[in-house]
C-alpha cells in the first residue's frame, strides 16, 4: 500500500457532496463552481492513475486494504486493473462533462448536484473494489440516488413509445417521471436481491472466511452451484445493463431523467452490470459461465437486434438514444459471452466508446429539448441553421454509434464481431452485424431529419447553440470519440493486459483461443 490514490478518487465526489451542504442554496453560481471543481479534479486523478498505471507489470496495482469488518472478512480492499483503469476514466469524463451540461439547470441545483456526486461515488467505488461485499455496498449506492434525480428533478412529458411491444406498453403503462423513478428502482433491487443471493452462496462455498475476490476467484465451488448461481449474478447485474426482457426500466427512466442523470445513466451506471456480470459471474463461477454462455449469447443478439428495431421506430427522441443503449449493451454482453480475447477486449473497449458516444447524444438531446421544448422528432428540422454547434456533435456521436471507421464505435464492434466469429457460436456476428447496419438507418435518419433536412426551424424561436459550459462537454466527448477512435491503443492497451491476465483462468481449454486472438487484438497496437 504505496498511496491512497484510489482511495482520494472515490472520496473526492463525495467529499464535493459534503461541501455543497454546507452552501447556501441561493448560490448557484457557488454551487456549481464548487461542484465543477470537485468534478474537474476527479477527472484529473483518474487521467493521473490512468497515467501511473504500469502496463509491462499489468495486474492489479495501486492497491489499499483498510479493515471493516475482520470477524466477516469485510474489508475495504481497492485496487485497479487494465479494465478498472479505463472505467474510471470514463467515469471521470462522464461526470465533469455532466456538471458542465447541467449549468443551465436552475431547480433546487444544490440537492440535484449533491445526489449525482454521491451516484458517481458508488460507481468510482464499484471499479476499484476488491471485496465483494463492499463492491455490492458501492453498487447499491450508485443506483440508489437515480430515484430521487428522476422522481424530483425528472421530466412529466409523456411521448408514448412505439416498437414491437408497443401495445403492451400502452396498456399497462402510466408514464411519469414518479412512475419512471419507481420502476427503475423496483426493477434493480430484484435484481440486487438476486445477485445478495449468489454472493452470500459463494461466501459461504468459500469457507466463510473473506470476501476479497482472490479468496472467493479461487475457491473450489461445487459445479451445481455454479449453474444455478451463475443466472442470479447474470439477470441480478444484467438488469442494469439492459440486459432483455429486464430492460423495460431503461427507456423510461431515459424519457423522465434530466439531461446530467441521462448522461451518467447510460454512460456509466449501465457498465456496472455489464462489469458485474463478466468480473463476478464469469471470473469467479467459471464453469456455471460456461454453462449458460448460449444463452447469455443468444440473449445478446435479441437484445441488438430488438434494440435497434426499437430506436428505428420511435419517434421520441429519447426513446431513440434509449432503446439504442439497450442495443449498444448487447454488443457489450456479446463480446463477454464470446469467451475470446477479442470479444472480451472490444466488450470493455465498447463499454467505453458507448459511455462516451451516449454522453454525447444525451448532452445534444437536453441542448435541444430545452430549447425547442419537444423531443417529437416529427415536429422537428433543420435545426443545423440555427444550432450548428450542435448538430456537428450530434453527428460525429451517430457516425460512431454506427461504427464509422476512426471514431471509437468502429474500433469496439470490430473486435466484438471479430471474437463471435473465433468463439464456439460464430453465427452470433450475423445478427451481431445486422444490429449494426440498422443502427446506421435509424441514426442516419434522425440525424437528418433533426438537423439538416428541411423543417420548421424558424417556428422555434428559442433555438441557439449550448452556453460555453455546455460547448465544452460537446468538445470534451466528442474529442474523446475521436482519440480514441484514431489512437485505440490508448485504451486498448490497458484493456488487453487485464484480458491477458484474466482470461486464461477461466478455462484451461481457452488458452489455444487466447493466444489465437493476441495477434488479432496487436493489429491496432502501436
Not at 43 to 62: E, I, P, S
Not at 80 to 105: M, P
Not at 154 to 166: I, L, Y
Amino acid at each position: 500500500m504505496t498511496d491512497h490514490l484510489l482511495s482520494l478518487i472515490v472520496a473526492m465526489p463525495f467529499l464535493t457532496a459534503v461541501l455543497l451542504i454546507g452552501l447556501p442554496g441561493r448560490e448557484a453560481f457557488v454551487i456549481k463552481s464548487v461542484a465543477l471543481a470537485g468534478a474537474g479534479v476527479t477527472f484529473g486523478l483518474t487521467l493521473f492513475a490512468w497515467y501511473r498505471y504500469d502496463l509491462v507489470g499489468g495486474g492489479l496495482q495501486m492497491r489499499e486494504i483498510y479493515p471493516l469488518v475482520p470477524a466477516f472478512g469485510i474489508d475495504l480492499r481497492l485496487g485497479v486493473d487494465g479494465w478498472g483503469i479505463t472505467l474510471l476514466l470514463l467515469t471521470g469524463l462522464i461526470i465533469f462533462a455532466g456538471v458542465l451540461a447541467s449549468w443551465t439547470l436552475d431547480v433546487r441545483p444544490k440537492e440535484f448536484l449533491i445526489l449525482l456526486l454521491v451516484l458517481v461515488t458508488g460507481v468510482l467505488g464499484v471499479f476499484v473494489s476488491q471485496d465483494l461485499f463492499v463492491f455490492f455496498l458501492f453498487y447499491e449506492i450508485a443506483v440508489l440516488p437515480m430515484y430521487l434525480l428522476i422522481g424530483i428533478w425528472g421530466s412529466d412529458g409523456k411521448v408514448e413509445a412505439q416498437g414491437p411491444f408497443a401495445y403492451i406498453w400502452k396498456r399497462f403503462s402510466v408514464g411519469g417521471k414518479e412512475y419512471a423513478a419507481m420502476k427503475l428502482t423496483l426493477m434493480l433491487l430484484v435484481g440486487s436481491a438476486a445477485i445478495l443471493i449468489a454472493m452470500f452462496a459463494m461466501y459461504q462455498a468459500a469457507g466463510g472466511r473473506s470476501f476479497d475476490f482472490a479468496v472467493l476467484q479461487g475457491a473450489p465451488y461445487d459445479p451445481a452451484m455454479q449453474r444455478w448461481a451463475f443466472p442470479l449474478l447474470w439477470l441480478g447485474f444484467g438488469s442494469l445493463a439492459g440486459v432483455f426482457p429486464f430492460h423495460t426500466w431503461s427507456p423510461d427512466g431515459h424519457a423522465a431523467a434530466p439531461t446530467a442523470v441521462s448522461m451518467l445513466h447510460a454512460g456509466v451506471l449501465m457498465k456496472l452490470g455489464a462489469f458485474g456480470v463478466i468480473r463476478v459471474g464469469m471470473m469467479m463461477l467459471p464453469e456455471g459461465a460456461h454453462y449458460w454462455v448460449p444463452y447469455v449469447g443468444g440473449v445478446a443478439v435479441l437484445n441488438i437486434v430488438y434494440g435497434a428495431l426499437s430506436a428505428m421506430s420511435q419517434k421520441d427522441l429519447k426513446y431513440i438514444i434509449a432503446y439504442s443503449s439497450v442495443s449498444h449493451m448487447g454488443v457489450v454482453m456479446l463480446g463477454a459471452a464470446t469467451m475470446t480475447a477479442d470479444g472480451w477486449n472490444g466488450a470493455i473497449y465498447q463499454m467505453t466508446a458507448h459511455g462516451v458516444m451516449t454522453g454525447l447524444f444525451f448532452a445534444l438531446v437536453g441542448q435541444v429539448y430545452g430549447r425547442s421544448h419537444t423531443r417529437w422528432v416529427p415536429s422537428m428540422g433543420g435545426f443545423a441553421r440555427r444550432m450548428p454547434f450542435a448538430a456537428v456533435f450530434f453527428t460525429v456521436a451517430a457516425l460512431s454509434s454506427l461504427g464509422l471507421p476512426g471514431l471509437a464505435g468502429f474500433v469496439a464492434e470490430f473486435l466484438v464481431f471479430l471474437g463471435a466469429w473465433q468463439g464456439e457460436h460464430a453465427w452470433w456476428a450475423i445478427p451481431g452485424i445486422l444490429g449494426a447496419w440498422i443502427t446506421a438507418i435509424y441514426v442516419l435518419r434522425t440525424t437528418r431529419d433533426i438537423f439538416w433536412g428541411p423543417g420548421p426551424a424558424e417556428k422555434f424561436h428559442e433555438l441557439r447553440d449550448g452556453i460555453l459550459p455546455e460547448r465544452a462537454a460537446l468538445y470534451l466527448l466528442g474529442a474523446a470519440l475521436l482519440l480514441f477512435g484514431i489512437f485505440p491503443w490508448s485504451l486498448l492497451a490497458y484493456i488487453h493486459r487485464a484480458t491477458e491476465d484474466y482470461l486464461p483462468f477461466l478455462m484451461p481449454a481457452l488458452d489455444v483461443t487466447l493466444q489465437t486472438a493476441q495477434s488479432m487484438t496487436s493489429a491496432v497496437m502501436p
